[in-house]
């Protein structure tokens, strides 16, 4: 054998190491027997080795040792995955029922939340209900889109006459007066009588709107410094997150106002100015043209011109700020005011406007952009009362 020991594959230079390995040899050919090497019994002859106090020192052994130590750190990567799931298994079967629970609980919040939602819109929809029931219409003063239409063609107004009233068969004879002897004084603006009953209950009442066919059928309310507070309160002046339409803070009714900027929120339940989005369609402008808005003092019937979604921007701005063109008695501003809506209107309309129109602007909050308005522009129809 040239000097050299040999074992199997293993080559020994002298006889001290040959003996060493023939007696890791014959001992691990006993444990194999019983312990085969493998992941299941790794842990198994690990123990063994420990308790038997064997030191494995023959290149053999220490080969048989590193096959042992790569089973047992699988066997330990197997254990603690064992672990991890055990762990969580009896996480989820301890909280279960706390899980379960707070399902149980969200479930009920959104029931609650959507109840609230409901009965809140609900109530609003009953107290308007209630107004509009206190509104004495004593005349027809509303005109249907075909008669518009035919006063619009035609360039007719509607004029009230009255016969003369005779007495014994002769006509009452005018006086004698000359206007100018007439003494002219200001007169304060006189209430609707349609409109007294609910003026009486609440004197911030500004006015009513109503668009046939889309639900909007509200009070318009006014305060003088506050434009905010009716848009969280209802007629009765109660908290209310549906509120009710406000006339902006800046436009007075009294004055003869030649845009009137009516503000109401988009709710999610379509009451208020919720059902204001679907004008952004030309199909839903062509089925509903015109808008109703009385002041408590003047009727008023009104023919949408445009509509278009701007925003609330900075003070500092220079970009077109719809909300502040209230002022138009100067035929610069109403061109300011026109050609800037032209730039930025959805779609064209069928109605025209002119240098000394009165409109109105119905304002409510668009979710497609920061602080984004959508509004519809109306123009008043003079003559069609």
Same mark, same amino acid.
């Given at each position: 054998?040239?000097?050299?020991?040999?074992?199997?594959?293993?080559?020994?230079?002298?006889?001290?190491?040959?003996?060493?390995?023939?007696?890791?040899?014959?001992?691990?050919?006993?444990?194999? *027997?019983?312990?085969?090497?493998? &992941?299941? +019994?790794?842990?198994? /002859?690990? $123990?063994? =080795?420990?308790?038997?106090?064997?030191?494995?020192?023959?290149?053999?052994?220490?080969?048989?040792?590193?096959?042992?130590?790569?089973?047992?750190?699988?066997?330990?990567?197997?254990?603690?995955?064992?672990?991890?799931?055990? *762990?969580?298994?009896?996480?989820? &079967?301890? +909280?279960?029922?706390? /899980?379960? $629970?707070? =399902?149980?609980?969200?479930?009920?919040?959104?029931?609650?939340?959507?109840?609230?939602?409901?009965?809140?819109?609900?109530?609003?929809?009953?107290?308007?209900?209630?107004?509009?029931?206190?509104?004495?219409?004593?005349?027809?003063?509303?005109?249907?889109?075909?008669?518009?239409?035919?006063?619009?063609?035609? $360039?007719?107004?509607?004029?009230?006459?009255?016969?003369?009233?005779?007495?014994?068969?002769?006509?009452?004879?005018?006086?004698?007066?000359?206007?100018?002897?007439?003494?002219?004084?200001?007169?304060?603006?006189?209430?609707?009588?349609?409109?007294?009953e609910l003026y009486a209950l609440n004197s911030d009442l500004a006015g009513w709107l109503t668009i046939e066919g889309t639900g909007i059928d509200y009070p318009v309310m006014w305060t003088r410094q506050d434009s905010s507070y009716y848009l969280s309160h209802n007629?009765?002046?109660?908290?209310?997150?549906?509120?009710?339409?406000?006339?902006?803070?800046?436009?007075d009714i009294g004055v003869g106002q030649q845009n009137y900027l009516i503000h109401g929120h988009n709710m999610r339940s379509g009451t208020m100015f919720g059902g204001l989005k679907k004008y952004a369609e030309q199909s839903y402008y062509q089925e509903h043209k015109?808008?109703?808005?009385?002041?408590?003092?003047?009727?008023?019937?009104?023919?949408?011109?445009?509509?278009?979604?701007?925003?609330?921007?900075?003070?500092?701005?220079?970009?077109?700020?719809?909300?502040?063109?209230?002022?138009?008695?100067?035929?610069?501003?109403?061109?300011?005011?026109?050609?800037?809506?032209?730039?930025?209107?959805?779609?064209?309309?069928?109605?025209?406007?002119?240098?000394?129109?009165?409109?109105?602007?119905?304002?409510?909050?668009?979710?497609?952009?920061?602080?984004?308005?959508?509004?519809?522009?109306?123009?008043?129809?003079?003559?069609?009362?």
């Amino acid at each position: 054998m040239n000097g050299k020991y040999r074992i199997g594959k293993y080559v020994f230079e002298n006889r001290v190491d040959y003996e060493k390995a023939r007696r890791d040899l014959e001992f691990l050919s006993v444990l194999q *027997k019983q312990y085969p090497l493998n &992941q299941d +019994n790794a842990l198994t /002859i690990r $123990g063994i =080795l420990k308790k038997s106090g064997i030191s494995l020192q023959s290149q053999i052994g220490l080969d048989y040792l590193d096959r042992l130590e790569k089973f047992l750190k699988e066997a330990d990567r197997r254990r603690k995955k064992e672990k991890r799931r055990r *762990k969580m298994g009896r996480f989820w &079967q301890m +909280n279960l029922s706390a /899980i379960a $629970g707070l =399902l149980t609980v969200m479930l009920c919040a959104v029931g609650v939340y959507t109840f609230v939602n409901f009965y809140s819109s609900y109530r609003s929809n009953r107290k308007v209900q209630e107004l509009q029931s206190l509104i004495v219409r004593e005349d027809v003063y509303m005109a249907d889109a075909g008669a518009v239409e035919a006063i619009e063609k035609t $360039g007719d107004s509607i004029e009230r006459t009255e016969e003369p009233m005779e007495t014994a068969g002769e006509a009452i004879k005018e006086p004698e007066v000359e206007i100018s002897e007439i003494p002219l004084e200001a007169t304060a603006p006189v209430l609707l009588p349609e409109y007294g009953e609910l003026y009486a209950l609440n004197s911030d009442l500004a006015g009513w709107l109503t668009i046939e066919g889309t639900g909007i059928d509200y009070p318009v309310m006014w305060t003088r410094q506050d434009s905010s507070y009716y848009l969280s309160h209802n007629f009765e002046k109660e908290e209310d997150r549906n509120g009710l339409l406000v006339l902006d803070y800046r436009c007075d009714i009294g004055v003869g106002q030649q845009n009137y900027l009516i503000h109401g929120h988009n709710m999610r339940s379509g009451t208020m100015f919720g059902g204001l989005k679907k004008y952004a369609e030309q199909s839903y402008y062509q089925e509903h043209k015109y808008i109703s808005f009385d002041t408590v003092y003047e009727r008023g019937y009104y023919e949408v011109t445009a509509v278009f979604i701007s925003q609330v921007f900075d003070s500092d701005s220079e970009a077109f700020k719809y909300y502040n063109c209230l002022d138009m008695s100067d035929e610069e501003d109403y061109r300011y005011f026109t050609q800037n809506i032209d730039k930025i209107k959805l779609y064209d309309t069928d109605a025209t406007t002119q240098f000394g129109d009165t409109f109105i602007m119905l304002s409510t909050c668009d979710y497609s952009r920061e602080n984004g308005r959508l509004v519809v522009v109306a123009r008043r129809m003079e003559g069609a009362l």
